[in-house]
């Protein structure tokens, strides 16, 4: 596996790529995935803006590529970085962004 590509319309954290960034893989996440905080563009990862269109969409999976072919940290410091994802960290925020949810979309 090269990369990992979660385009969510809404994902309040996302474990997939955080497991994937501990696995040393670099991912593709939308903005309104809540591991978008976490992704450094090149380094980890690439964050594409939603709405999308045929064009950003190009643009990010080039980006993406580029962090695959060239990345400006390795899989080793990409691991070492999703060490600091610890689960008090993950919950605060989540707490957070569940509260902050208005209650007509609950």
Known sequence: CKALVLPSRYEPFGIAPAEANAMGIPVLVSDKTGYMDQVEEG???VVVKLPATDKTV???FKR????IEAPSS???QIREDARRLDYSVLTDRLLR???ELPLGNL
């Open 43 to 45: 380094k980890n990862g």
């Open 64 to 67: 993406l590529l580029e962090t």
């Open 58 to 60: 190009g643009h990010a």
């Open 97 to 99: 962004q569940f509260l």
């Open 74 to 76: 390795g899989s080793d």
